[in-house]
Antibody, heavy 119, light 107 residues
Framework: QVQLVQSGAEVKKPGASVRVSCKAS????????INWVRQATGQGLEWMGW????????GYAQKFQGRVTLTRNTSMSTAYMELSSLRSDDTAVYYC????????????WGQGTVVTVSS | DIQMTQSPSSLSASVGDRVTITCRAS??????LNWYQQKPGKAPKLLIF???SLQSGVPSRFSGSGSGTDFTLTISSLQPEDFTTYYC?????????FGQGTKVEIK
């Protein structure tokens, strides 16, 4: 079945970086954008950026410009989100989500990765 | 950035009730409006895309309407599994933005 499976929980210290992976299966990985959305505990959804796996093109929310990097390994059908200079307010669940061009919506989501930033 | 404002932030209802949630965009977004359902500890699930199109597999008690700046999500007859949180999201222009969420609680 079509799914996105993310890497496991991370605990990081302030100032460090974290990389979260998102492995796609059940569909043609290059054919759909991968977006990243985060959610702090008890809060709403915040879009961080997108990547087009076929080209590697990316776009980032201004809030995260310079701190987030989206990459991919097409041979492994895996997308990556790296967030640097972590702060305590980066503690959140990070989701990858497939962007469906025809629907103009996020139709498949990963299960989420908890990132905790604590000294 | 386009701001998405949902109302109410929470509501109490009973099984079988008809419920309507409103989402307003800070500027024109045509019909580029999606609705998601999120249950505690789970990823969001796409319910409605393009303002009024039902995603495959979603029960027909869910419906969406609106265009321009004002949109609604309606649940025609609340079921026990529907008591959770709903988000709207605009896909008109980046940065894609979400509403703050509406929590549907049991009365």
């Amino acid at each position: 079945q079509v799914q996105l499976v993310q890497s496991g929980a991370e605990v990081k210290k302030p100032g460090a970086s974290v990389r979260v992976s998102c492995k796609a299966s059940g569909y043609t990985f290059p054919g759909y954008d991968i977006n990243w959305v985060r959610q702090a505990t008890g809060q709403g959804l915040e879009w961080m950026g997108w990547m087009t796996p076929s080209s590697g093109n990316t776009g980032y929310a201004q809030k995260f410009q310079g701190r987030v990097t989206l990459t991919r390994n097409t041979s492994m059908s895996t997308a990556y989100m790296e967030l640097s200079s972590l702060r305590s307010d980066d503690t959140a669940v990070y989701y990858c989500a497939r962007g469906h061009v025809r629907l103009d919506a996020f139709d498949i989501w990963g299960q989420g990765t908890v990132v905790t930033v604590s000294s | 950035d386009i701001q998405m404002t949902q109302s109410p932030s929470s509501l109490s209802a009973s099984v079988g009730d008809r419920v309507t949630i409103t989402c307003r965009a800070s500027q024109y977004i045509s019909s580029y409006l999606n609705w998601y359902q999120q249950k505690p500890g789970k990823a969001p699930k796409l319910l409605i895309f393009a303002a009024s199109s039902l995603q495959s597999g979603v029960p027909s008690r869910f419906s969406g309407s609106g265009s321009g700046t004002d949109f609604t999500l309606t649940i025609s007859s609340l079921q026990p599994e529907d008591f959770t949180t709903y988000y709207c999201q605009q896909s008109y222009t980046t940065p894609w933005t979400f509403g703050q969420g509406t929590k549907v609680e049991i009365k």
